[in-house]
């Protein structure tokens, strides 16, 4: 994936006051059954095409769009693979929309940007995705509309299976951990609901490897170091990811609570 920075600037535009809600979509796996207790979490994402993220017309500075995503949503939208910019192309309907997105630069270290979840990006203060897909720095003043990155927490126990199908009955999917950023932004999230243990995602152990059951590729993973047992689990088939931050395999029957990605047209934001 390439990404391309320039430093042309446009002009300001006048701040709008409107608001836009989110809403969920639909995916598709068949797994097997599955039963069982225990207390977790289990994480959907939706797949709507634009997925988690969501883009809104009003314009603000980089702080106040922060701030209003951190508030209504979970943060500013990141890009951490081809796809995550294909997303943000289809939440603003095939086009993209000149808006901030969540990378600025170090306070520390000049050289370095950060996603405003956490987890980096290369070098070069804040940054807008222009229309063609291209990355500007802009001054953080600056008046652009935004994206936002959308979770959603909602204390309900499921087994994996039931997590599942409850995504999909309110047109999610188990979640996709596909970078640092997102897992860092997942796990912020879970530290609001006072989640003890461990939370389910969307990774199934069949045949003879993990897979995301959403299709997504194996891009990035965060296992234990030195645990082995997921290597080739027996009866633990399915992926939760603990408060430290690590996957676990575990077994599929377990129930838990969960967390899912919400679309934009989802009016209400069940956060705890």
């Known amino acids: 994936m390439q990404i391309h920075i320039l430093n042309n600037r446009e002009p300001q535009r006048t701040p709008s006051e409107r608001r836009h809600s989110k809403t969920p979509s639909a995916g598709s796996y068949i797994a097997a059954t599955m039963k069982t207790t225990i207390f977790f979490v289990f994480i959907c994402a939706a797949v709507d095409g634009s997925g988690k993220h969501h ?18 949503h979970t943060d500013l939208s990141f890009v951490s693979r081809e796809k995550e910019q294909e997303m943000l192309q289809t939440a603003t309907g095939e086009r993209f929309l000149f808006g901030w997105i969540g990378l600025h630069r170090d306070a520390v270290n000049r050289s370095v940007w950060k996603w405003s979840g956490g987890g980096k990006q290369g070098e070069q203060t804040v940054v807008i995705l222009r229309a063609d897909g291209k990355w500007n720095d802009r001054r953080p003043t600056d008046l652009w509309p935004f994206y936002c990155f959308s979770l959603t927490a909602v204390e309900v126990k499921k087994t994996w299976e ?31 609901v006072g989640i003890t243990g461990r939370v389910w995602i969307g990774l199934r152990f069949l045949g003879d490897h993990w897979l995301w059951v959403n299709g997504d590729p194996m891009v990035y993973e965060n296992w234990r170091q030195g645990d082995q047992e997921h290597q080739c689990p027996l009866r633990k088939r399915c992926g ?33």
Do not use: V
Not at 252 to 268: G, W
């Open 162 to 192: 039931g997590a599942l199908e409850y995504c999909r009955e309110t047109h999610t999917d188990l979640t996709t951990l596909q970078s640092d950023t997102e897992q860092l932004l997942t796990l912020s999230e879970i530290q609001h």
């Open 240 to 272: 939760a990811l603990n408060k430290e931050g690590h996957w676990e395999n575990w077994d599929c029957e377990e129930k838990l609570h969960f967390i899912y990605m919400t679309t934009k047209a989802e009016q209400t934001k069940t956060k705890k």
């Open 55 to 72: 883009s809104f017309p009003q314009e603000m500075t980089w702080i106040e769009a922060q701030a209003y995503c951190r508030e209504h």
